[in-house]
């Protein structure tokens, strides 16, 4: 993809574990274009956080990015040196971590988290960049007259947007949220959502949007891949996930969560656990838990495969009709 700010090709994230290696990452690529929202859904377990950790470079030990290419404009980041990355870090692409409290020190006034953060990569004094914090406060719905509050007397909400607005203080390009309305009530999920939808909408950077809430991904993200056990098993827009979804696994998903705007309906949960990580599947993966599941579904692997414009699916039953009428295509 020409136009693609991000492009991740065929990432690989190992640990190793007593029980042996697992492969967190299996083989995975997608590409984010410049301005867009993009998705990636799945379980806890998949591989989401580890697909973000790799794309920023904070992959520690016992985990180690075993193969593949992080292609940010073009630049590979796994491959930058010391002071590449940290001009790559924040200034280009930040994160919002999964648990506003947790990112946050206790003990140390918002105000100077978010100071350190700015003058860590600029050429700021302390007066600019406590006036530069004032600006992200009240850019994210924070009274800036609480600057030098300390994170325990925020909510979870609060503590969120002021995670958001560290993460916005150098304009960056890519902003990589990590379920960032986890253990948040619904009424402030939607208010946290419409934020960045706002900010993002005024400022026109990408999101990597990671979440296993596929309903509210529907709504937010212009694009979604769906990962499961280390693999990106569809990718395609929002409304062709979320309209038709391919993979049985997506269909699964979206039975298992109530719908934001049709009726109400009953919930079906997935049967089973996902595979192992230092497990060795010869075939899907979701195999086991499918209910449509086949002979060949648990002996031949599958890999992503296009069905139609834009829309790509790991599964034999959807792709083995459109590869075939692509063969009959290029022999006549």
Not at 321 to 329: G, K
Request: with cysteine; net charge neutral.
């Amino acid at each position: 993809m020409t136009d693609a700010l991000l492009s991740i090709r065929n990432l690989c994230v190992d640990y190793l574990t007593d029980a042996g290696v697992a492969r967190a990452v299996d083989d995975i690529s997608f590409d984010i274009r410049a301005g867009e929202v993009f998705g990636l859904a799945g379980e806890s377990g998949c591989g989401k956080s580890t697909t973000a950790f790799a794309i920023a470079r904070l992959i520690r030990m016992p985990g180690f990015v075993s193969d593949g290419e992080v292609l940010f404009d073009g630049q590979d980041v796994l491959r930058m040196d010391a002071r590449r990355l940290r001009a790559f870090r924040w200034a280009q692409t930040s994160v919002v971590l999964q648990s506003a409290m947790n990112a946050l020190n206790p003990v140390i006034r918002v105000s100077e988290q978010v100071c350190d953060a700015i003058r860590a990569h600029q050429r700021f004094s302390q007066d600019q960049a406590r006036a530069r914090t004032r600006e992200l406060f009240a850019l994210v719905g924070i009274d800036p007259a609480r600057l030098d509050d300390y994170p325990h007397q925020f909510s979870g909400g609060m503590r969120q947007r002021i995670c958001i607005a560290m993460a916005l203080a150098l304009r960056p390009r890519l902003i990589i949220m990590d379920e960032p309305t986890t253990a948040l009530d619904v009424v402030v999920q939607r208010d946290i959502i419409g934020k960045i939808s706002a900010l993002q909408r005024e400022f026109g950077f990408s999101v990597l949007f990671i979440s296993h809430d596929l309903g509210l991904m529907l709504e937010f993200c212009d694009r979604i891949g769906v990962m499961y056990a280390g693999k990106l098993v569809e990718a395609g827009t929002a409304r062709q996930v979320g309209e038709q979804p391919a993979h049985p696994y997506t269909q699964a998903l979206l039975r298992s969560f109530p719908s934001l705007n049709g009726p109400r309906r009953r919930l079906q949960g997935i049967p089973g656990a996902p595979p192992r990580l230092t497990e060795t599947i010869a075939g899907c993966g979701f195999a086991p838990r499918c209910e449509s599941s086949e002979s060949a579904c648990f002996t031949q692997a599958q890999s992503l495969a296009p069905v139609s414009e834009g829309r790509l699916v790991a599964c034999a039953r959807v792709s083995r009709p459109v590869i075939a009428a692509a063969q009959t295509l290029e022999a006549s």
